[in-house]
């Protein structure tokens, strides 16, 4: 008889009902944890919506001032090379008058040195002939005094 109720109770598990009291409750559980999470992704993601949309217009701003900036560093770089430009022409410039000065300044002192020196040749043979006319004169005077000498021997 063991063996029949053994089969009894088999047959009466089978067709019992199970007890799902402990999983309902844990579906429950599990809905309810869905549900919160679902609530705080949903905030989480309007904040990170949020923090995106902020993080997107302040890349949208540092974008317009590296934008603004390089166009400011492409001036100054253009300004840079005229100055530099304006620069090398105003040196050539100053190197060519300065040249020029050096070239008319040499060109002076010779021409100087050139009139100075003709002077001097002038002068020295002014002196001469005027040494040579003194002595002339000097010979002259002489034979002169002995002419009158002469004459006055004569009327004596």
């Known amino acids: 008889m063991n063996n029949v109720e053994l ?13 799902t009291s402990v ?3 844990l579906k429950a559980q599990v809905e ?8 705080e992704l949903s905030g989480a993601s309007a904040k990170s919506t949020e923090t995106l949309s902020a993080l997107q217009k302040e890349l949208d701003a540092a974008k317009a001032e590296l934008k603004s900036l390089s166009s ?9 090379l005229l100055a530099q430009k304006d620069l090398e022409a105003h040196l050539k410039e100053a190197e060519a008058k300065s040249k020029k000065a050096e070239a008319d300044y040499k060109d002076m002192t010779e021409t100087f040195t050139a009139m100075v020196e003709e002077q001097q040749k002038k002068r020295n043979a002014a002196e001469k002939e005027a040494a040579d006319i003194k002595s002339r004169f ?15 021997e004569a009327k004596v």
């Not at 000097?138 to 006055?152: N, R, S």
């Open 23 to 25: 999983a309902d409750a």
């Open 32 to 39: 309810e944890l869905k549900k919160s999470h679902a609530a």
């Open 72 to 80: 400011q560093a492409d001036s100054s770089k253009e300004d840079a």
């Open 7 to 19: 089969m009894a109770e088999i047959d009466s598990v089978k067709v019992q009902k199970p007890d």
């Open 138 to 152: 000097a010979e002259m005077e002489a034979k002169l005094k002995v002419k009158d000498a002469e004459i006055a």
